[in-house]
């Protein structure tokens, strides 16, 4: 078979998977007779109210000379990992706002962190293409400073974003510039299976996030610059079980659902959205509207508990708080007092959901939670 | 001085016993001396006005609080500045308002208004204009009750709070908007309990901000929290909050200003003690005020003495955490939330940024048993690390002055990280012996010998010990002690000798060659030194001379690391060589540019590398074996009938075929290489397969190969220069030369972004090294390769690198007429890719205000190939006609004035083409620099080309006109 006969019958088969794909996106539209919004006013929901107390800034997190860029909970205590671009990782304790660690890293672009589910050790990754572990119980040195205690290396491109699989201290999912994710077994240091890539069903740009179901940690979801979100299944790497169009710009950042069913994106194009992993089916749009006409792109997103809000952090420093089944902002935290002097760039739940921790460009993390008292009833 | 002052004005006063505060404090009573107090205003009326004046000229004399809005980069620490100024002024007037206030009657009240004025005057510009006043003329310090609505009403009414506005205006004009706001908060609280209603009018009409200021302290305070966005709790904290920040102000402004400063923070403390005998306060403040007596200024509290700053709970003998700035003393209950997450240590939250309190200096790093209960371990371990390394609790160079001079950063670094430092470093006046490394303190014998050779400060001063012996070491008079420990060592002092002496202890007399004997060489001697109290040299003194010589390195803290750090982005597209220049900074600038193991891994992946290209050969190899089969069939069947005798031989052989061991060798090495592992059976297989390949290299049918590598595209050019020593090369004993890891391809990791840190050495000889270049060799460099791929125009990532201080774009100029695919798939020029490239990066906003400094590189490739092929090869360069029958000739003649070669011209006709497209993009100039990725010297003179541009750019906004001149002259060097 020659080379242009290949090429022709490439470009036919690309013309039979759009058209297919137009197809289904038509009978995906004809079938979707509502959103979560529509269902909800119908049912006579009203948008959640705060009041001024419910949720402020109860805690400052200093320490960083840098932006920081992410940041993440332990599951079971209130300790926090941040990174930043000072090239260090901080962990903090949440309660006294104390640091417990200071991990000078060898390189310091760093862009996610990652704590264990036993909160032993620490992952992070960054522009050197490689997911350094740091094992808090190791002796430090006459500085402070703790040691690698282990590198994965395999990535061809910079990692963007980590996370360890829940309850497992040895397998971690990162997602890369290199167009894939890697689960890794962090005892061997080797890859066990790498998704995307030379695969055809593999995400086709940078991944930028991953998050893994919390209910079912065989499955994860990706989100990348190729404006798709991809759900994977663990045992199956070859090709992602389903691939969520929607969104017109990359997809900075994907969050599972509570539930586990459902997962948040957000997007470049300045929307969070929300589909169902098990319809495929995009379940609503949240989307602000602004005068001007720069948006401004999502760059982080996390759950309440109970899935009800929806924190969004834009590119412009606002961080507003959606009432997921309204779609409606309820609360903007960039405005609120004590706020952020610069733009929230990660968010961050605690294990209860008692917690939010915002990290920001102005080098601080600072922890939002109830503030008044609690009326007895 | 600062006891001098309130004497002075018990004197000018003229009943002594209400002002000698110190003495009558004691007496509340007195506060109800109404009559006396009547004659001295009326004296004081006129003095006032004068002083309005004194005040102005002080305004003009701005320059005294510049050190308030010294450099803080991020703006929140600007504002806080702000913030302390504006407090600062109004700790200013509070004294006097509260005295004003607190001892005035009815005839006060003129000098009272006078004084609200003057203070208003003087509040944004300087502490001293209000001191002198306060000094020079009696007019604040009244005594008397006041009586406040009246008075109040009146300020109210007049000018008072005309002028009010006045300064309002103009300190918003200034961008000073929380003074007035401050200010009238503290007019406020130092009225204390008299009635404000009268005054919040003045503040409405000065700010036009309706602070609802009912009355009394309480919501001032409130006022004052609203202002102050800080996570403060508690609204009575908030003086305590105020005060450590205007204490510090005072402090800052001693920086340049003089003793006077001291006076300022007197002011508070005489104030207090009015207030105490006025007993208009309420009882707790009375009583409070004795605590914060000391000469500093000190965190108001409102709670009762030695209660905690916070919640006023406790008392003298409940065990409490204090701020290391501003001396606030908090339980255990508040110093969590005081202090926050303590990223500089036991500091308030407000105090942060600021220097710490020099007494407590002492104290850093030392954890309270309080601290320990709180917290855990790890959290203690990392407070006090903070607390000894950040940047904000370092000792302030200018503080100390050595033979004269105050240090800079880095000299002061220098002396902190010298293998032998002085210990326990204090703000003070040193004299140092650089040639004997003895250290002292002015005007004193020598405390401790320090590590000699130091550039800190300026020459040794004669009377820098303040001796009188008349006998010198090393041009300084040595003192008495000396002298006699010199006679006891039995060392000749007759005749008032000059001796030399070295950090090793020998000595000698001046003007003479000889060594004398050494001074701590007899046993006897050190425990003379010990008895004296004289130093004697450490033990690892002597040997630590070399040390301090190599700055590269020495470990720098890491505050100081950031200082010092300049950071340059190098990019390039694939191929343009940026990874040899950043492989040849490694070998330029590095003692050891590889370790073990990355020579351990370039070896291995050069000897892949040939593996590699013998492979390609090898397949090159079957292709000109089938190609020359067929062609000899064709000739067997056209030459059949002609010259069948010939063919005989080689019926089924060419040039290029091999024997079978060799062709099972080859077919094995191309499987591999068509599985794609060949890195992995490497380098196991080079033992093994060592003697064929050398068998292989030497066979006729390869070097008939080998002869038409052109012919075979996928064969890179660097490839002929390895395969040329191939033998050499797969040897298991075989260690790359620098020159062999410069030519390599992949040896230095294409996935992630790798980074250099290094220092000119400061060697070269004919550089004329001043002074300043000293302190450059501290500067170091680091040198970030970026790899290309990823970056696109929509580059997540490249605002990391938004402090870096110049981009580096590589540009192979021998691209010009490579082909290969970009993203889309099609085939496009490398050139054209590259410019594709520059200009996605210069567009991007995080390189919005960068230098970009453009290297042409592989020139001499180049050159080489501009003979071969025309430039016109790349579209761009489309219009290239140099001259090129004048160059020729001229070239042949070989004529003195040679104009350039055609490379060169094509090099400036390149550079051209990039500037014009970067100002047409940017608007700004591209720095050019012509470099070949495989000579030291070029990429030397490139990155040194760097530094010059990094160094002329600190200096630019200096001399913004010289400037200019050197840019056109510049400019036009380039344009062609």
Redesign the interface.
Known sequence: MSVAELKERHVAAMETVNSLRERLKQKRLSLLDTDVAGYARLQGRTPVSFGPTDLVCCRTLQGHTGKVYSLDWTPEKNRIVSASQDGRLIVWNALTSQKTHTIKLPCAWVMTCAFSPTGQSVACGGLDSVCSIFNLNSPMDKDVDLPVSRMLSGHKGYVSSCQYVPDEDTHLITSSGDHTCILWDITTGLRTSVFGGEFQSGHTADVLSVSINGSNSRMFVSGSCDATARLWDTRVASRAVRTFHGHEGDVNTVRFFPDGNRFGTGSDDGTCRLFDIRTGHQLQVYYQQHGDNDVPHVTSIVFSISGRLLFAGYSNGDCYVWDTLLAKVVLNLGSLQNSHEARISCLGLSADGSALCTGSSDTNLKIWAFGGHRRVI | MLAAVPPVETSDAENGAEYSFAVEYSGPPVTYDLPRAVPINVERIPVAAVVAQVSLSDKLSLPVVQPLLAPDPR??KFSRELITLGSDSATVISPTSVIAFDRDNESVRQCKELELVSEATVSPTSVIAFEERDTGNEGCVVSGEFTSSGVLEYSNGHYGSGDLSDVANSSRALGFSSISHELSHELLGGAGSSSTIEFSDILDKSQGSSLRVSNGRKESLDINNDLN?A?WVSNESVLSFDYPSSRISSIKAVDCNNESNYDLKRTPVVTFRDVESDGAFDEECTQDEPETMPAKRVPQTKGKKGSCYRCFKGNRFTEKEVCIVCDAKYCSNCV?RAM????EGRKC?TC?GFPIDESKRENLGKCSRMLKR???D??V???M??EKKCEANQLPPQYVCVNGQPLSHEELVLLQTCPNPPKKLKPGNYWYDKVSGLWGKEGQKPAKIISPHLNVGGPIKQEASNGNTQVFINGREITKVELRMLQLAGVQCAGNPHFWLNDDGSYQEEGQKNTRGYIWGKAGTKLVCTLLSLPVPSKFSNSCGEQVSSLVNKTVPDYFE?RILQKLLLVGYNGSGASTIFKQAKILYKEVPFSEEELESMKSKIQSNVYRYLGILLEGRERFEEEGLIELKKKLSSGKIGSSGNMVNNDDKTIYSVGPRLKAFSDWLLKTMVSGNLEVIFPAATREYAPLVEELWNDSAIRATYARRTELEVLPTVASYFLEQATAILRTDYEPSNLDILSAEGVT?S???A?VDFSFSPSAPDDNIDAVDQHDSLLRYQLIR?PA??LGE?C??LE?FE?VGMAIFCVALSDYDQFSFDGSGSITNNMMQSRKLFESIVNHPTFGQMDFLLILNKFDLFEEKIERVPLTECEWFDDFHPLISRHRSNSNSNSINNSPSLGLLAFHYIAVKFKRLYSSLTGRKLYVSLVKGLERDSVDAALKYAREILKWDEERANFSLSEHSIYSTEASSFSH
């Open positions: 703006s929140k966005q996570d969590l926050g997450s303590m990223p939250v942060i709180l917290l855990n790890l959290e371990r990392q407070i690390r903070s950031q990791s996935n992630g972004l980074c970026v791929r990823g929509n997540k990532w990391m402090d």
